[in-house]
Antibody, heavy 118, light 112 residues
């Protein structure tokens, strides 16, 4: 079965850190671009980061540059999002998404809720 | 960034009747490779988004044929030929050919 399962969400204070993890199964993970897409009531759906199969080419939305880091471990079929210096506006559901050619986002995880609040 | 707009934002529909959602982009979405990377997603209540349509008009596996996508340039449409109860949710268009990828605000479909 093709699936993506996120973990690591939770409640964190402003300025804190969280690390999201996503485990993939049912497809060739090591050959797939992967993205993190977040969804909030204020901003809707937003692609915050993506990463090519070899873990070198990366994209970050301007609002998270310097604070978030996307990485992967192909041996463990996993992709990660390290989130530092979290702000209230980072509060959202974070989805792990397979990102085939030109962001066609064909497989989505169940999502991980991140709440940044004091 | 390419701005995606949708109309209407709310669409009450009668079961068995057709529905149509418009999506417009702030620039032409034709990519240099000749394709147009416009996708449609459905998000049912409490669920993750699910892709229905890619490259304007290609239906994903398992998507009922009552869903169809059309359009070109900067003007696109998602049509549901006969709305069923399971179609309730929010529908998003998204462009992926220009960086960064951007989503529309969503159209909420519910039953009258």
């Amino acid at each position: 079965e093709v699936q993506l399962v996120e973990s690591g969400g939770g409640l964190v204070q402003p300025g804190g850190s969280l690390r999201l993890s996503c485990i993939a199964s049912g497809f060739s993970f090591s050959q797939s671009w992967m993205s993190w897409v977040r969804q909030s009531p204020d901003k809707g759906l937003e692609c915050v980061a993506n990463l090519n199969p070899d873990g070198i080419a990366k994209y970050y939305v301007d609002s998270v540059k310097g604070r978030f880091t996307i990485s992967r471990d192909n041996a463990k079929n996993s992709v990660f999002l390290q989130m530092n210096s979290l702000r209230s506006e980072d509060t959202a559901v974070y989805y792990c998404v397979r990102d085939p050619l030109y962001h066609e986002f064909d497989i989505w995880g169940l999502g991980a809720m991140v709440t940044v609040s004091s | 960034d390419v701005v995606m707009t949708q109309s209407p934002l709310s669409l009450p529909v009668t079961l068995g009747q057709p529905a149509s959602i418009s999506c417009r982009s702030s620039q032409d979405l034709v990519h240099s490779d000749g394709n147009t990377y416009l996708s449609w997603f459905q998000q049912r209540p409490g669920q993750s988004p699910r892709r229905l349509i890619y490259t304007v008009s290609n239906r994903d596996s398992g998507v009922p044929d009552r869903f169809s996508g059309s359009g070109s340039g900067s003007d696109f449409t998602l049509k549901i030929s006969r709305v069923e109860a399971e179609d309730v949710g929010v529908y998003y268009c998204m462009q992926g050919g220009a960086e960064p990828p951007t989503f529309g605000p969503g159209t909420k479909v519910d039953i009258k």
